[in-house]
Structures are given as C-alpha cells and as structure tokens.
Nanobody, 112 residues
Framework: VQLQASGGGLVEAGGSLRLSCVGS????????MGWYRQAPGKQRELVAA??????TNYADSVKGRFTISRYNKNTVVLQMNSLKPEDTAVYYC????????WGQGTLVTVSS
C-alpha cells in the first residue's frame, strides 16, 4: 500500500484548501481512512476520518469547516474552509485507518 497526499500550500486566514490522498494497493471504500495533522512541537492528531461504510467523524476544532469524502475508490479528499492560523500543520493521510501506513505529508500554512 502506498499513499500520496497533495494539495497543501499557503493561504490566508478564512481561505480554503482541498487536500487529496491517492492510494495504490488499497480501496478506500473497503478500508477506513483518516487525515491527521502535526503542528510544530505538537503531537499528531486525528482531524477527520471516514469509515468503509461512509461514516465520518471530525475533531471538534474542525467541525463545520472541514469535510472528508471519497472522490473515487482510491482517492479521499479533505475540503478545508474557513481556515485559521491554528490549522497550520503538516497533514498526513492514514489508511487503513489506524494502521502504520502513512502518506508523505503535505504542508498547510495559514497566515493571519
């Protein structure tokens, strides 16, 4: 299994970004998948997850602003709206959810 995350960048507060995670050797509709982030000096935290059945859950800090969805059987996207400076972090995709398989990370920087 390999995961390729992309879509990060620099955006002003209030802006939007769309992250994508493309998997090879895995079908996201069969396996759950999660987006995590790690800010400098902080532990990696779960931001959003989607189960094989399509159930989603979000960290309280991003509820109402971020949306995780499956684009196709091996691509999951994270739509991030109303971004805040505290969303600045490296974002990683993880699949199967809870496994030790990670994408390479994509940097999101939100300026105030």
């Amino acid at each position: 299994v390999q995961l390729q995350a992309s879509g990060g960048g620099l955006v002003e507060a209030g802006g939007s970004l769309r992250l994508s995670c493309v998997g090879s050797g895995i079908i996201f509709s069969v396996n759950g998948m999660g987006w995590y982030r790690q800010a400098p000096g902080k532990q990696r935290e779960l931001v959003a997850a989607i189960t094989s059945g399509g159930t989603t859950n979000y960290a309280d800090s991003v509820k109402g602003r971020f949306t995780i969805s499956r684009y196709n059987k091996n691509t999951v996207v994270l739509q991030m709206n109303s971004l805040k400076p505290e969303d600045t972090a490296v974002y990683y995709c993880n699949a199967p959810l809870g496994s030790g398989i990670w994408g390479q990370g994509t940097l999101v920087t939100v300026s105030s």
